[in-house]
């Protein structure tokens, strides 16, 4: 008995190369890290409505760098995972959410009045989904290695930069709770969500270490989304 070949119409544009994604993943991640304190941009915030002294740095404007970082982690993700099926389809919309929620902030910080009022929270919620939104698409593509190499160490990663996206976004949504409450304590809960997304980005970032030294999945990948395998 015989079997026919399925063709498959069309073609799938060339990928970047396995070492070429990892370069991307790992220049993305320091400015994605390091935005999120410097500059201080959670003690510029509590100084402009005097909510105390909360760090060193007095300038007040959403982590652009962090921003920056994370459009770099974007691309090679996008690379790393293109045509995968749905773990590819829910990059691009985490991603276009990420950069629209991004953008969103920036325009909301020049809306901004002189005391912590809605507009304020609403702007400390938005952040707090960019970065969810952002962490969302590392996590897709974690996932997606998880997926096909099977490996425990990589399964519980994505586990724990699930759990950091949550309790990050919490975190944001709190903070803007207690904005609208007039409560001061806006100021701990905004910089525990900068030390939850940070986790969860170090957390991306052994994610990314384990893409790069597994030796169960190559490089290419061979077929439509329909027979997804590496070769």
Do not use: N
């Not at 099926?85 to 325009?107: E, M, R, Y």
């Not at 996206?165 to 975190?171: E, K, V």
């Not at 001061?184 to 969500?193: D, N, S």
């Amino acid at each position: 008995m015989t079997t026919k070949k399925k063709v498959i119409s069309g073609s799938i544009s060339p990928r970047w190369p396995k070492s070429r994604v990892v370069r991307w993943l790992e220049v993305g991640t320091v400015p994605a890290l390091v935005g999120l304190w410097i500059p201080d941009w959670v003690g510029g915030y509590a100084r402009a409505f005097g909510a105390g002294e909360a760090g060193p740095l007095p300038w007040a404007f959403p982590p652009v760098l962090t921003y920056l970082g994370a459009v770099v982690l974007l691309l090679g993700c996008g690379q790393g995972i293109r045509e995968m099926g749905i773990h590819f389809k829910a990059l691009k919309i985490f991603g276009a959410l990420a950069v629209g929620f991004a953008g969103l902030s920036v325009l909301l910080h020049f809306l901004l009045g002189t005391k912590a009022d809605a507009k304020f929270a609403l702007l400390i919620a938005v952040i707090g989904l960019a970065a969810f939104f952002a962490s969302a698409v590392l996590l897709v593509t974690i996932d997606k290695v998880a997926e096909i190499t099977t490996e425990t160490r990589t399964r519980i990663t994505k586990t724990v930069v699930l759990a950091g996206m949550i309790l990050g976004l919490a975190s944001s949504l709190v903070a803007a709770a207690d904005v609208l409450s007039g409560s001061a304590a806006w100021v701990l809960w905004l910089r525990l969500m900068t030390v939850l997304f940070g986790a969860t980005f170090v957390a991306c970032r052994y994610g990314v270490h384990c893409y790069k030294t597994q030796r169960s999945i190559g490089a290419a990948f061979a077929l439509a989304p329909e027979e997804q395998f590496w070769v």
